[in-house]
Structure formats: C-alpha cells, structure tokens
C-alpha cells in the first residue's frame, strides 16, 4: 500500500514514522509513506501558504492552491481508487473498523490542516471524506496522521511478527485486555496471581478471559453491549462478579 501525507511539517511525519514496529514496515518495503509540503507549491516570494479569514476574526486559513497542487502531485504517485481524506476536528471519529477498512485500499492520501483550517472550498471540492482522532483540540493533523498510519500499518501482512499477529484477532476481540505480569513473582508483598505460575494453560485462559470480560464490564460496558457474549463467556463474568463482591 501507498500512503501520501500533505502537511506543512513533512519532518515530523518522517522522523516519526522511522521508529519501532512501522519502522521496520517500512525499511522492508510493506508499504511506503511519501510526503508533500504545500509550501513547496507556492510561487510567490514568501512562500505564502495562509492568509486572513474573510469576515475577520483570529487566525489564519489555509490558502486552496498550494493545498491543492501538493494533493494533485501526491496522487499522481497513487494506484487508481486511492482516498483523500482531510484531517479535521470536526470530521468522522477514527475507530478500528475504519483502520481494517482502509487497509483494503489501493492508496491513502492523509491531508494535514494547520491553524484554523483551510478554505472551505477545499474540502468541498478536493477530498472524498474528513476524519477526525477524537474530541479534544490539537494544533493539527500531523498527529491524528500518524496516529491514523499506525493503526492501518500494524493491520498489514508483514508490519508484525507471526507471534503478534496471531494475537490480533482472538476471542478477546471487543474486550479490553487482561492484566499483564513479568518477573519477579513477589514485589514488596504483592504476587503475580497464582493461577498464571500454575502451567494450567486451560486455568490460565479461562482466568484472562474472566479477567478481560470483567474489565470491560466494569471499565467499558458499551463494548459488552456491541460485542455480546456467549454462554461459557456469561458463566466467567459471573464468576468475575461473585468474586468481587466477596473481596
Ligand atoms: C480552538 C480552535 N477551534 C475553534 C473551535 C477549531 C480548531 C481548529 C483547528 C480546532 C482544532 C484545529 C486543529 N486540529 C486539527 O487539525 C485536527 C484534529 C484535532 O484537533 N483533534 C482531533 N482530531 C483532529 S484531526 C485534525
């Protein structure tokens, strides 16, 4: 898969993306990230790419042209049936489901905005959707990209390892997770739940899964709703509250 991004701090993108698990992705060709600066696009002395709003009032807006020549060339690098998607704080809420989607494109171009946004007409006419990374306000879509670039990049054959991506799709799927131990077995009086040094794999899976369907019973009951569960998953969460209640 090919990813475009359009931002004005096409360095951050990249250095960010040089890190960790999409890293390596990308070192061994799983898929390739290909930035282009709108400033790159101006003709002008300065360099201009905002101006004043019309109407007044603070800020600045993205200018059209230099936005919309940086998406021009990031498509010509693009198979045919690649997306546009405009990165907004008022867009559609980024979830999983739109990673697993994405991943099935052809090509992705990921357009960053800065300071109050970009002329409107932009949006109209130039990209196919706008996204958005959650309700809280960041200084633009570099952030919500890279974030956007992880999520599909660990969804891709190759971005994992065999071990990893076998975790991925489990019967945990739509719960939260279970809690984690390592060494050493007892710190300051606090010990690693017996069942987990027994060597009962069956014990030990039944006790992730009542964990896990007890967090998200307590931590994020909507994902229970959704998610439904099955009679042995019931039985466990039962089993979760009975517990509880006796501690
Ligand atoms: C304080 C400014 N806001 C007035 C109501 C509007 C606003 C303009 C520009 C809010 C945020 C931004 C910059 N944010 C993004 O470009 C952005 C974003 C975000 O802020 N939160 C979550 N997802 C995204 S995607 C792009």
């Given at each position: 898969?090919?990813?475009?991004v359009?931002?004005l701090?096409?360095?951050?993108?990249?250095?960010?993306?040089?890190?960790?698990?999409?890293?390596?992705?990308?070192?061994?060709?799983?898929?390739?990230?290909?930035?282009?600066?709108p400033?790159?696009y101006?003709?002008?002395?300065?360099?201009?790419v905002?101006?004043?709003?019309?109407?007044?009032?603070?800020?600045?807006?993205?200018?059209?042209?230099p936005?919309?020549?940086?998406?021009?060339?990031?498509?010509?690098?693009?198979p045919?049936?690649?997306?546009?998607?405009?990165?907004?704080?008022?867009?559609?809420?980024?979830?999983?489901?739109?990673?697993?989607?994405?991943?099935?494109?052809?090509?992705?171009?990921?357009?960053?905005?800065?300071?109050?946004?970009?002329?409107?007409?932009?949006?109209?006419?130039?990209?196919?959707?706008?996204?958005?990374?959650?309700?809280?306000?960041?200084?633009?879509?570099?952030?919500?990209?890279?974030?956007?670039?992880?999520?599909?990049?660990?969804?891709?054959?190759?971005?994992?390892?065999?071990?990893?991506?076998?975790?991925?799709?489990?019967?945990?799927?739509?719960?939260?997770?279970?809690?984690?131990?390592?060494?050493?077995?007892?710190?300051?009086?606090?010990?690693?739940?017996?069942?987990l040094?027994?060597?009962?794999?069956?014990?030990?899976?039944?006790?992730?899964?009542?964990?896990?369907?007890?967090?998200?019973?307590?931590?994020?009951?909507?994902?229970?709703?959704?998610?439904?569960?099955?009679?042995?998953?019931?039985?466990?969460?039962?089993?979760?509250?009975?517990?509880?209640?006796?501690?």
């Amino acid at each position: 898969m090919r990813i475009a991004v359009v931002s004005l701090f096409p360095q951050m993108i990249r250095e960010a993306l040089n890190i960790g698990v999409v890293g390596r992705a990308l070192e061994r060709g799983v898929f390739q990230v290909d930035c282009f600066d709108p400033r790159q696009y101006t003709d002008d002395p300065h360099r201009t790419v905002d101006d004043r709003p019309y109407g007044g009032g603070p800020g600045m807006v993205l200018k059209v042209e230099p936005m919309r020549s940086a998406l021009r060339d990031a498509m010509k690098g693009l198979p045919p049936g690649s997306r546009r998607i405009y990165l907004g704080a008022d867009g559609r809420r980024f979830e999983q489901s739109m990673a697993r989607e994405a991943c099935a494109w052809p090509g992705l171009v990921l357009i960053a905005g800065r300071y109050e946004g970009i002329d409107e007409r932009f949006i109209e006419q130039d990209v196919d959707e706008q996204w958005s990374i959650g309700d809280y306000v960041l200084s633009g879509g570099e952030l919500p990209a890279l974030v956007i670039i992880d999520a599909i990049a660990r969804l891709m054959p190759g971005t994992l390892g065999s071990a990893e991506s076998a975790l991925q799709e489990s019967y945990s799927d739509g719960l939260v997770d279970w809690p984690h131990y390592t060494r050493p077995q007892a710190l300051d009086g606090h010990e690693v739940p017996a069942v987990l040094t027994s060597g009962d794999h069956a014990a030990i899976y039944r006790w992730r899964l009542r964990q896990a369907l007890g967090r998200t019973w307590l931590r994020r009951p909507e994902l229970l709703e959704q998610r439904g569960m099955s009679d042995e998953e019931r039985e466990l969460l039962e089993e979760f509250k009975n517990e509880r209640a006796r501690l």
